[in-house]
C-alpha cells in the first residue's frame, strides 16, 4: 500500500496551489480518502475528506470555500484545490485512506479511523 503526496511548495498570502494524492495497491474506491495537516508545534488536524465515489466531502469551516477535494477513481488519485492561502495554512499536508462499511458513501473526518498514510508534502504561505 502506498499514498504518495505531492504539489506543496512555497506560495504567496493569497495563492493557490493543488496537491495530489496518489494511491496504490489497495482498492482504491472502496477507501474514503482524507487531507490532514500538521503545523509545527500542533496537532494533525482534517483539511478534507472525500468518499469512494467521491460524492460526499467534507470541510472545516475554515477550509469552506477556500479548499475543494475531487478524486479520480480511474488514476486512483485525489486532489487538493487550495485557494486564497493563508500564512496559517503553512503546514505539512498529509493524504490517508479508510474503509469501513461506509466509506464508499460516508468518508471520515477521524484521523483515528484512517488505515494508511502518506508521507506529506510541506505548503509554506508567506512573502
Known amino acids: 500500500v502506498q499514498l504518495q503526496a505531492s504539489g506543496g511548495g512555497l506560495v504567496q498570502p493569497g495563492g493557490s496551489l493543488r496537491l495530489s494524492c496518489a494511491a496504490s495497491?489497495?482498492?482504491?474506491?472502496?477507501?474514503?480518502i482524507g487531507w490532514f495537516r500538521q503545523a509545527p508545534g500542533k496537532g494533525r488536524d482534517v483539511v478534507s475528506c472525500?468518499?469512494?465515489?467521491?460524492?460526499?466531502?467534507y470541510y472545516p469551516d475554515s477550509m469552506k470555500g477556500r479548499f475543494t477535494i475531487s478524486r479520480d477513481n480511474a488514476k486512483s488519485t485525489v486532489y487538493l484545490e487550495m485557494n486564497s492561502l493563508k500564512p496559517e495554512d503553512t503546514a505539512v499536508y498529509y493524504c490517508a485512506a479508510h474503509r469501513t462499511l461506509f466509506s464508499f458513501t460516508t468518508p471520515s473526518r477521524n484521523r483515528n479511523d484512517y488505515d494508511y498514510w502518506g508521507q506529506g508534502t510541506l505548503v509554506t504561505v508567506s512573502s
Open positions: 472525500i468518499s469512494g465515489n467521491g460524492e460526499n466531502t
Open positions: 495497491g489497495f482498492t482504491f474506491e472502496s477507501y474514503g
